[in-house]
């Protein structure tokens, strides 16, 4: 058989049909067999520069994952991408692969990037199917590590600190471990199980995880070193504080944040006939917002039988989220209403949302951001008929850390000041992710949690 496969092409995902999948919330892609995924990784040209593995905020040692993948040693590669990711199930299926790792492959030149992604998930996948041992947990070094929020960046410190001995203890405010892989993303993008599967990985590995517990209400961040015993505390608390437009008649009903929507679907359930919490089923609904969680709301709703709009103040081009999430929306029947801005929420006597009124916009100059800023186009002005309107317009964190922890600096909007390795103004204490960044992707908010793990080992070793 050939070393290389020099198709200029990656061998397709197999997916759900579009007018079957949008009926259902089971998983949309279907994944790689093992001939599929050994003819993708032989288009692998190993090649010694390995320029892929500096577009991984994990640093993943992709060329030597995929030459496993090509010799069929499934259960080899999966060690290698475990040695640097503690989520790869979950990394395969919702990292923007396409900016990062794949942007940089060679075959990306001449063609389609290798399929790293794709390749991630087969093994990952085949880890988890095949009943691999779960890893050995390591000797106790007898330091104890707290850890609040249970999302990618307090799962791979977490996971990272368990390796090199630590007692770490994960601190979840809500009743099931996963932050925004659990309650944010939906499950025909990320099943539930998946999660849950790499959550256990880190339980065997011996990370505690306490459910229910919202530093800030229960005890402070101070009060885990002073009281509890912690030696150093990091914060993955997120960004749960949806944004608003600030036009009238946002707070009506039927006006929702994306996050509780998906939060309502995703978390609780409410999608299913006899789901834990109710979700409002709309006839006509308009997803505000053009990124990835804009999608997910927009394809949520659609499932719940919807006929749904995404209204977007830019042009296609300037969408920020995935190409593969947009193309799937396209598919599944979701009407894109690009060069739109809304201006007013309508609402009958009752306060029930009945349309939103909207302006047509055109591109105008770069702004800040370096997109082309939206400029109204006058006398454009329109009504689009809706029941339900969706705000999908970012997040910041949430305050409740920043009240409640005396000198933890923290900038205008709530994000906590850290350094490159997640070192904040309070000794002992670390912070990463979207509490640092404000919203961004979940292999991002790894990169953060792996570099404050290690930061936090080596405080601790220099007081040792």
């Not at 691999?132 to 330091?143: C, L, Y």
């Not at 990463?432 to 404050?452: E, N, P, S, Y």
Request: aromatic residues 6%; contains cysteine; hydrophobic residues 40%.
């Amino acid at each position: 058989m050939p070393k290389f496969n020099m198709d200029p092409n990656k061998n397709p995902m197999p997916t759900q049909d579009p007018c079957v999948r949008n009926r259902n919330f089971q998983e949309v892609a279907l994944g790689y067999s093992e001939q599929t995924a050994i003819d993708e990784a032989k288009r692998c040209l190993n090649c010694k520069n390995r320029p892929c593995v500096a577009g991984c905020p994990v640093n993943i040692m992709i060329p030597e994952f995929i030459s496993l993948v090509a010799e069929g040693k499934f259960e080899e590669a999966y060690e290698v991408i475990h040695r640097s990711s503690s989520l790869p199930a979950v990394c395969g299926r919702v990292c923007p692969q396409e900016t990062q790792c794949e942007e940089k492959c060679t075959r990306g030149i001449k063609g389609e990037p290798v399929g790293i992604g794709r390749l991630e998930r087969f093994v990952a996948d085949w880890h988890n199917l095949h009943g691999a041992a779960s890893a050995k947990r390591p000797a106790s070094n007898g330091h104890k590590i707290a850890v609040v929020g249970s999302g990618p960046a307090g799962l791979t410190c977490a996971g990272d600190l368990a390796k090199l001995g630590y007692e770490v203890t994960v601190f979840e405010a809500l009743h099931t471990a996963g932050g925004v892989l659990v309650y944010g993303i939906p499950e025909f993008r990320l099943p539930k199980a998946i999660v849950q599967k790499e959550v256990e990985g880190l339980q065997a590995l011996g990370v505690k995880i306490e459910t229910n517990s919202v530093v800030g209400r229960i005890f402070s961040v101070e009060e885990l070193k002073k009281e509890y015993g912690f030696e150093a505390v990091f914060l993955g608390t997120g960004a749960g504080l949806p944004k608003f437009m600030g036009i009238p008649g946002e707070s009506a009903k039927g006006v929702f944040s994306a996050n509780e929507y998906l939060t309502r679907s995703n978390l609780m359930k409410a999608y299913e006939e006899d789901g834990a919490t109710p979700i409002f089923r709309a006839k006509r609904v308009a997803v505000v917002g053009g990124g990835n969680v804009a999608m997910d709301a927009a394809r949520s709703a659609k499932r719940m039988g919807a006929d749904v709009s995404i209204v977007y103040r830019r042009s296609e081009a300037e969408l920020p989220a995935r190409r593969e999430e947009v193309e799937h929306a396209k598919e599944e029947g979701v009407v894109f209403r690009l060069l739109t801005n809304p201006v007013e929420i309508l609402t009958d006597a009752e306060e029930n949302v009945t349309g939103i009124r909207c302006v047509q916009m055109e591109l105008g100059e770069p702004d800040a951001s370096g997109r082309r800023r939206p400029v109204e186009k006058k006398g454009s002005e329109f009504i689009l008929e809706v029941d339900c309107v969706i705000m999908s317009l970012g997040t910041s964190p949430n305050p409740l850390i920043k009240q409640t922890t005396v000198g933890l600096e923290t900038r205008p909007r709530g994000e906590i000041v850290a350094d490159e390795t997640g070192k904040t103004s309070l000794e002992g204490v670390y912070a990463g992710g979207d509490a640092v960044t404000g919203a961004a992707t979940v292999i991002l908010a790894m990169g953060a949690g792996k570099a404050a793990a290690k930061a936090i080992d080596e405080y601790i070793r220099s007081r040792a």
